[in-house]
């Protein structure tokens, strides 16, 4: 019970009896009701508040400022060089390549997450047999931990003992070295289509949300079954949609995959990066562990973050007249 | 989740009844034929990898170097699992990755449910703008705000200690809050109005009504949030050291012979044993972890 006194402690003076309060609180003129109100929003909602001040603003403030400087975490000389790393960053070619090949990466990897997670959704929300199994299996995959991804796709582009170049002998086809320049990429973009599922298990839950009258009404009308797809269900479907899409973008920008797929996977193996899969988060990764260049590091950081800021907000504005909402989602629950 | 099974069924239910003469039912069971074989590719297909790594870890090292690859191993090397638990301490990296993970998971479940009450049932002048804070803080990059927040835990002598993962269950989760905010928001306003002419605080309100409600949220959340943290790998890999961190960072870089080269069969079957609990868990859990999953993808 210390939540509850907690907020006893909130509420009324120190020392207050817990009988008068009671007493108090029946007979309260509203002003006060509302007043106690407002404080226990303020309380409850203060876990979070604080939280989020203290570890998402102060650190990204911390960048900011470290952005700034010098620093390395060791050399006592440290000194603030205004927008020198910024500069620098502009000029530094691995920062421009690094930051297209992860644009490419998302520019990929979500739009095809997005339809191979549809097309799925579509077929198992079809009548079929052991439809639950299907749906299971299917998503399984976007259960497991980013290091059984990394390890089982190593396993599985393994030059000499992985399935794929099985596959790829048993055809006469020379084996691949999967791994390295430039299949890397590949490799990479098929460990993040085989959490597609997660993307299924939405959109299902959005397909059944359809209003069944809506298909019924197109198909009486003649509508074709893609004409119905592409005309009743990816509208209704769209907030769903354009929510997978900025967490595809989001999550893509800062995936760590490329390191898992390093024979070691350590932050040191950043060097160790095949130059396709040396996308931006790794160049960060390598000025910040590598070398421990947190000045010049934190200056990529937030090049980043006002980047991603900039794409989220792009995405919200070209959408907006397309994203059809069916249902206030305030009023939905 | 599951069910709502579409009365076009019966489409489909037709199928088993013997009609060779009728064109458009030869048509459907065709078109049954090709769904059902498109569905078990992309089964396979999706089960696949997992099965690799499956067999992965029951090879033995000359099979797994022979040249074209060894489909199948000659002699299931089941002791591979056995020896993967004894090459490093195995249990003592599962212990650690299920401490932290029970520690976070609780804690922000707790608070999670907490901050979703407040903003589900209570109102104060800015409230608004707060709730859309927490919407976009869920699209907060959390790996870019990971790496200044390595640095201060280190400046205040919490790395190598449990303390980050204290202080991130106490700041509640955004997608957490979210879950329990759609659940609060839900139930009758009259369960509060009784208690609070009875004199009760909020707080007892929150403990004594609504919590013992919300069952289903908060299995849904803990088993959420126990899989984020089993399957973390980059803040146990900067903040701990390797003797005291978890089983994903112990699976991806300790299975190394004493040159260095990686023992694949061992830390292929390390992997199993490290991802089978989670598939285990949300098996069971399914239900639950899937609805949870629909409410926050759907906002």
Redesign the interface.
């Known amino acids: ?1 210390t ?2 006194q ?3 402690v909130a ?1 009324r003076p120190a020392g207050a009896a817990r009988k008068t ?3 108090r ?2 007979d309260r003129p509203r002003t006060s009701m509302t007043a106690r ?9 203060s ?6 001040l ?3 603003v ?3 403030a ?2 900011l400022w ?1 952005s700034f400087t010098t620093y390395d ?1 060791i050399s006592p000389n440290w000194r603030y060089v205004g927008l020198g790393n910024y500069s620098e960053l502009l000029t530094d070619s691995r920062t421009w390549d690094s930051l297209g090949r992860t644009g490419l990466f998302a520019a990929t990897s979500v739009p095809l997450s997005i339809i191979a997670g549809l097309g ?1 959704a579509v ?2 929300n ?4 052991a439809r ?1 199994l ?1 749906r ?6 976007a ?6 991804v ?4 190593k ?2 582009f ?1 030059q ?4 794929a ?2 596959v790829l ?1 048993l055809f006469g086809f020379d084996a691949l070295g999967w791994l390295a320049d430039p299949y890397a990429r590949y490799v990479l973009l098929m460990s993040v289509l ?1 959490a597609a ?2 993307i299924m ?2 959109s ?3 397909l ?1 949300d359809v209003p ?1 009258e809506l298909h019924e009404a197109a198909r009486i009308d003649g509508a074709s079954a893609w004409r119905t797809f592409r005309s009743v269900t990816v509208p209704l479907l769209s ?2 949609l354009l ?2 899409t ?2 595809g973008v ?1 999550a893509s ?2 995936t ?1 995959m490329p390191l ?1 797929l390093t ?5 040191a193996g950043v060097t160790a990066l095949p130059q396709s899969n040396y996308l931006y ?1 790794m160049h ?1 990764f390598g000025q ?1 562990f590598a070398l421990g260049r ?1 000045g010049y ?2 200056a990529l ?1 937030w090049v ?2 006002v980047l ?1 800021l900039i794409v ?1 907000g792009l995405i919200f504005r070209f959408t907006s007249g397309v994203v059809f909402y069916n249902v206030d ?1 305030e009023a939905k ?1 | 989740m599951t069910a709502t099974s579409v009365p076009t069924a019966s489409a489909g239910s037709a199928t088993g009844v013997t009609s060779s003469h009728s064109a458009p039912r030869v048509r459907i069971r065709v078109n049954r034929l090709v769904l059902y074989t498109v569905l078990v590719a992309l089964t396979g297909l999706f089960i696949g990898p997992f099965g690799w790594l499956v067999l992965t870890g029951l090879k033995n090292p000359a099979e797994l170097a022979a040249s074209p690859v060894h489909w199948l191993p000659d002699h299931v090397q089941w002791h591979n699992f056995a020896d993967a638990f004894n090459l490093i301490d195995f249990l003592g990296y599962a212990r650690n990755s299920l401490i932290i993970a029970l520690i976070y998971a609780t804690l922000v479940t707790l608070s999670s449910a907490w901050v979703g009450f407040g903003f589900a049932r209570l109102e104060a002048p800015g409230k608004k703008p707060l709730f859309g804070i927490l919407l976009g803080s869920m699209m907060l990059p959390q790996l870019i705000t990971l790496l200044p927040t390595y640095l201060i835990f280190a400046k205040l002598g919490m790395v190598d200690t449990y303390w980050p993962w204290v202080l991130w269950g106490l700041a509640a989760a955004p997608y957490l809050v979210f879950l329990f905010r759609q659940f609060f928001a839900g139930l009758p306003q009259e369960l509060e109005e009784a208690a609070i002419v009875d004199g009760c605080g909020y707080a007892t309100i929150f403990w004594r009504i609504f919590l013992p409600q919300s069952w289903p949220v908060l299995s849904a959340s803990f088993v959420i949030a126990f899989t984020w943290s089993w399957g973390d790998y980059i803040a146990p890999q900067l903040l701990l050291s390797t003797d005291r961190s978890t089983l994903a960072v112990a699976v991806m870089s300790t299975y190394v012979t004493t040159a260095g080269t990686p023992v694949t069969n061992l830390q292929a079957a390390a992997s199993v044993m490290y991802v089978v609990p989670i598939l285990l868990i949300f098996l069971i859990a399914q239900r639950g972890f899937v609805a949870g999953m629909a409410t926050t993808g759907l906002k």
């Open positions: 019970m939540a509850d907690i907020s006893s509420r309060g009671r007493v609180a029946a109100r407002h404080r226990a929003f303020y309380l409850f909602t876990p979070w508040i604080i939280g989020f203290l570890l998402t102060v650190p990204m911390y960048a470290l975490g799925l077929l198992v079809r009548p079929i047999k639950g299907f299971t299996l299917l998503y399984l995959p259960v497991v931990p980013p290091v059984g990394g390890l089982a796709f396993a599985l393994d000499n003992s992985g399935a170049n099985g002998t085989w599922g997660n298990i939405i299902l839950a959005g059944q069944r907030p769903v929510f997978q900025v967490t989001i920008v800062q760590i898992l024979p070691d996977g350590t932050t988060m960060v910040y947190y590091a934190s950081l980043l973050f991603i989220t989602p629950k």
